[in-house]
């Protein structure tokens, strides 16, 4: 390692993803040098994984500006702005002639996993002359173990590869590792490369997100080809407005029709929805499972199933960044600026107030938290939202104050929002930054102090 010009050391840009890749292109055209360090054996690993899904934006919101403008200057052409492209169309209509720009195809390793990142010399413990180390990362290739240096630290690691257990108190359930092969994570390719897992079973989708909605309409597509195809939908909560959406309201009417689509097939009888169902522990029946949870009435058992798909959502991996002072939402584990004002426990609105490198921060100088981890465990990420926050970032880092704090995020509504009342106050103009809705569908969240004295912010929608 060399200290002697800690300044000519790159910024580690930490995963390969759409925001990991814009926060690079946005270094890169601020003159400073990046290494992007991605896990997986290619680009956007975790989008691959569900790469058969079709996203609720379309392109014009799922390509960074910065980007889409070198892209066009290398011959590249825009995809039809207002198509929805699937993950894997992200990736190969997008992501990887991005990375083939010269300036970023030299910035990039795959196949390399940071698995810690500290201080050289210095623990999260010691203050003194602490700014002035570069920052150790500790790379796992398949060479072995090395460590590199850095100026600073961009995490756009994402949570996709670290899912939430099935079990409801947030450790897996009884069972969960024992009978692991017959439980999916995620979003399974149940109409393409998993087919025969679910052709003519049942399986039990748990889950109230977007993730659910997809595997379910997919199982209810699969049930109708294949005989003998039957799945139930199982809710820790039960108020399911986050995954009905607002219908038309929703101005991204992809989300708004994702929504409908699955309330219809709950109502249509076509699956079993149980409610306020808290997973308990998992068992094995005659070769098949049976599932124990936690109601209202005391213990049910559903069941019995031939598999299981857990859309529970996904957490932060904190592991690597133990030994860095990071100031983190208590519960959500996202950057504590943001944890008020996206509490699934409070809100259902995907939108949030502009924010930048000053909320994305931390204790540790340098160190930025971006993309969906910066949002912890809460859900309604938008790309958007991430593209913003690079831009804010890479601004600060090259010392351009101006353009950093010069945060400006419209995100799209989803037609539905439900706070405590006690937190509503009717406004007839907009907010978030974003125009004015009408009177009747305005709603505002003001002064949102339950999680953090002192920090005030606005969410918008439509008032339940």
Known sequence: ??????????????????????????????GLPVKVYEAGAGIATNLKDWGHVRVFTPWRYCVDQAARKRLEESGWTMP?????????????????????????????????????????????????DRKSRPFMLVVETREGIRRDSARAVIDASGTWQTPNPLGAGGVPAEGEAEFADKITYGIPDILGRDRTLYAGRTTLV?????????????????????????FV????????????????????????????????????????????????????SNGRLIVEGQTKDGLQMLGPFDRIIAATGQRPDLSLTRE???DLDPWLEGVKALGPLIDPNEHSCGDVPPHGHRELG???????????????????????????????????LAGDMAAADAVQLVLPETGVCTVPQSTIRATAGGCCGGPAPSEAEACCVADVEAKAAGTGGCGCGVAA
């Open 80 to 128: 039809e702005p207002e198509a929805f492209p699937t993950a894997d169309e992200l990736v190969t209509r997008y992501l990887e002639p991005l990375t083939k720009l010269p300036e970023l195809s030299s910035s990039i390793e795959t196949s390399a996993r940071v698995v810690g990142v500290s201080r050289w010399g210095a623990d999260k413990v010691l203050s003194k």
């Open 206 to 230: 748990v889950g109230s997100g977007h993730s659910a909605a997809n595997a379910l309409l997919d199982l209810d597509r699969l049930a109708a080809l294949e005989p003998g195809t039957a």
């Open 1 to 30: 390692m060399s200290t002697n010009d800690p300044d000519a050391l790159p910024v580690a840009v930490i995963g390969a993803g759409p925001v990991g890749l814009a926060a690079a292109v946005q270094l890169i055209q601020r």
């Open 324 to 326: 860095l002072r990071l």
């Open 233 to 284: 939908w199982a809710t820790r909560g039960t108020d399911l407005v986050r995954i009905y959406s607002g219908g038309d309201l929703d101005q991204l009417p992809a989300r708004g029709e994702l929504g409908s689509d699955v309330r219809e097939l709950a109502e249509s009888g076509r699956t079993k929805l149980v409610t306020g169902f808290a997973t308990l522990a998992i068992r094995s």
């Open 362 to 396: 931390h204790p540790e100088p340098d160190f930025y938290t971006v993309g969906v981890k910066s949002y912890g465990r809460a859900p309604t990420f938008l790309l958007l939202t991430g593209y913003e926050q690079v831009r804010s970032v890479a601004a600060a």
